[in-house]
Nanobody
Framework: VQLQASGGGLVQAGGSLRLSCAASGHTFSIYGMGWFRQTPGKGREFVAAIHWSGGMTYYADSVEGRYTISRDSAKNTVYLEMNSLKPEDTAGYYC????????????????WGQGTQVTVSS
C-alpha cells in the first residue's frame, strides 16, 4: 500500500490544522491506520490510531482532547484534525498502515507515508 500525507504547515499557537493521508494499492487489507510524529533528536512518537473497519480511535495522552483522527473509507483517506496547537506539537507527522490486529496493538506498522511538517509558532 502507498500512503500520501498532506496538510502540514506553519500555524500560530492555539490554531488548527488538518492532515490527510490517502492510501492506495492493497487498501482492502488494511486493519488500522495511525499517525506518528518525530522531531530531530527524538524517537518516533505515537499520536493517534483508528481501526479501519470499526472506527475505534486511540490517542496519546499528549494530544487527547485536542486531536481527532477519522477516516473516509470510500476515499481510502485518514485525517488528523489538530486543534489548540502548541509549540511542542511541532514535528514531522507521518501516517502509517498496518495489516493485523496483533501489530496494530503493538503499534508496529507495515507501511509509512513520507511525512508532512507541522510547525507551531509561539
Amino acid at each position: 500500500v502507498q500512503l500520501q500525507a498532506s496538510g502540514g504547515g506553519l500555524v500560530q499557537a492555539g490554531g488548527s490544522l488538518r492532515l490527510s493521508c490517502a492510501a492506495s494499492g492493497h487498501t482492502f487489507s488494511i486493519y488500522g491506520m495511525g499517525w506518528f510524529r518525530q522531531t530531530p533528536g527524538k524517537g518516533r512518537e505515537f499520536v493517534a490510531a483508528i481501526h479501519w473497519s470499526g472506527g475505534m480511535t486511540y490517542y496519546a495522552d499528549s494530544v487527547e482532547g485536542r486531536y481527532t483522527i477519522s477516516r473516509d473509507s470510500a476515499k481510502n483517506t485518514v485525517y488528523l484534525e489538530m486543534n489548540s496547537l502548541k509549540p511542542e506539537d511541532t514535528a514531522g507527522y507521518y501516517c502509517a498502515a498496518v495489516y493485523s490486529d496483533y501489530r496494530f496493538r503493538r503499534r508496529e506498522y507495515d507501511y509509512w507515508g513520507q511525512g508532512t511538517q507541522v510547525t507551531v509558532s509561539s
